[in-house]
């Protein structure tokens, strides 16, 4: 896992270090580390170092003394750097020392001069706000168009207007086609819309190691999503893996049962027991012979965790169902109209004994808890107050469970925002949740993977294509 840490923590740490390390030593190792980033992108680009042109927006605090110091680097090796100060002051000596090495100084009131130095720059560092970012960055009209039309912009740490600690962006937050950040990750470089603003991200090492306490949350890598996803043994067979049940599809929805159910079965070899009548059963069994019909939970036989919701309605047939699969002594997933009608059980969440993961989008999770401010607070809170696994969905997925860090999914994409392709994920949760899996990491996983998925696609895609997609991302 990729830890992320808040900006408290990294502060505490780079304070810890700075203890046992010389002054100055942490400053010049991050200002090195992104003096060869901005290099290797300007070779990317064709250019050579000697006569590359940089303009750096330098802030008054850390990350603006960062710059200033990469600049005395990239000036080294014969680029043209160019300072921008955006406030009256600079880190303390980084200006005397960037100025030492032939840097230039322009001033920001010189509108018209700044607008043309920053739009005829190869490459433009912004290091105006960093970990105390999140307000508006405020630059110049002609100067903020300037920006945010180069196609080389590097954000030092967080890209300056994105909350280093939730993702959020302010208006005219910089877009950074390469972030590079020191010691850690932090939560706005995997969450939507920072993560967007940040571009690639690129970790220096500048030695804070053990100082970093436990990470408030994660990111998982696809390494460690293939290595644990469930497979048979050489001497298994169709119960090895585990059994899940779903539950859903009604006479009006009967196509959320057959996504559902593909998403189930496509995830791991083994059985998948769906629940429901016709027409839905027809379907299920049109679609997916290979799937096992059952009247009623009290018939299904085994099984080893739940799906429901997906397109079971809210009537008194889907209310039924919903009690009857939460009455039951197995994990459960709980999606779409399983949400809607979970409102008025909330309370009997904590005192159930199986895990449960519910897996609302934002309209869902607001109906059913409160307002969002950010997702990652959100999630926590709510799987503090139920006792469940949160699985949020939304640019960004956060998988939030009690006492454990968030899992933040880095591969969502726009091709999911299309209808039915919930019901799939609630199906590969289930699956996996079915095999044993932990409840967190099951949903974690099949979040990752159904992503995956949809990324792996040439073109737009439906739900119905997802299942066939999953079987090809996991068979690569």
């Not at 003096?35 to 603006?64: E, I, K, M, T, W």
């Not at 850690?184 to 939507?192: E, V």
């Not at 290979?290 to 889907?318: K, L, N, Q």
Request: a negative charge; aromatic letters at 4%; glycine letters at 12%.
């Amino acid at each position: 896992m990729i830890g992320l840490y808040t900006t408290q923590q990294v502060r505490d740490a780079e304070a810890a270090l700075m203890r046992d390390v010389p002054e100055g030593s942490l400053m010049e190792k991050a200002a090195y580390g992104l003096a060869q980033h901005v290099l290797r992108l300007l070779r990317a680009d064709g250019l050579s170092a000697y006569g590359a042109r940089v303009a750096l927006l330098v802030g008054p605090g850390g990350n603006g003394g960062d710059a200033l110091h990469a600049g005395r680097f990239l000036r080294a090796r014969g680029v043209a750097v160019t300072a921008l100060p955006v406030a009256d002051g600079t880190y303390p000596g980084a200006m005397a020392a960037f100025a030492r090495t032939g840097g230039d100084v322009l001033s920001l009131t010189d509108v018209p001069a700044a607008a043309d130095l920053v739009g005829r720059a190869d490459a433009v560092l912004d290091g105006i706000a960093g970990l105390g970012s999140g307000r508006a960055v405020g630059l110049p009209d002609d100067v903020a168009r300037a920006v945010a039309a180069h196609p080389c912009v590097v954000a030092v740490d967080v890209p300056s207007g994105v909350a280093a600690d939730t993702g959020i962006a302010a208006p005219d937050a910089i877009q950074a086609r390469l972030t590079v950040t020191f010691g850690c990750h932090k939560p706005a470089h995997a969450l939507a819309p920072g993560a967007r603003h940040c571009g690639d991200v690129e970790l220096v090492d500048i030695g804070l190691g053990d100082r970093l306490p436990a990470a408030t949350a994660g990111v998982l890598t696809e390494d460690e999503v293939r290595r644990s996803w469930p497979r048979q043994p050489y001497d298994g067979h169709k119960y090895s893996t585990g059994v899940v049940g779903v539950a859903a599809g009604s006479a009006k929805y009967a196509g959320a049962a057959v996504l559902c159910v593909g998403g189930a079965l496509r995830a791991k070899p083994g059985m998948v027991r769906f629940l429901g009548e016709p027409p839905a059963s027809d379907r299920i069994i049109e679609a997916w012979p290979e799937c096992v019909v059952a009247p009623s939970v009290a018939d299904a036989g085994r099984t080893d965790a739940w799906v429901v919701g997906p397109g079971i309605g809210t009537d008194d047939r889907g209310r039924r169902l919903l009690e009857d699969v939460l009455a039951a002594d197995r994990a459960a997933v709980v999606d779409a109209d399983g949400l809607t009608l979970l409102k008025d059980r909330l309370g009997e969440l904590p005192d159930r004994g199986p895990a449960t993961v519910l897996t609302p989008h934002a309209g869902e999770f607001e109906r059913l808890f409160f307002p969002i401010d950010d997702p990652l607070s959100a999630a926590r809170r709510a799987a503090d107050e139920t006792g469940c696994v949160v699985l949020l969905k939304g640019p960004t997925t956060v998988v939030a469970a009690p006492g454990a860090p968030a899992l933040v999914n880095p591969t969502g994409s726009a091709r999911l925002a299309t209808a039915g392709t919930g019901d799939v994920l609630s199906g590969i949760v289930g699956a996996l949740l079915a095999s044993g899996l932990e409840p967190r990491l099951a949903a974690a996983m099949g979040a990752y993977a159904h992503g995956c998925a949809a990324r792996a696609a040439a073109g737009p895609i439906i739900a119905g294509d997802l299942p066939e997609l999953l079987r090809r991302w996991l068979s690569a």
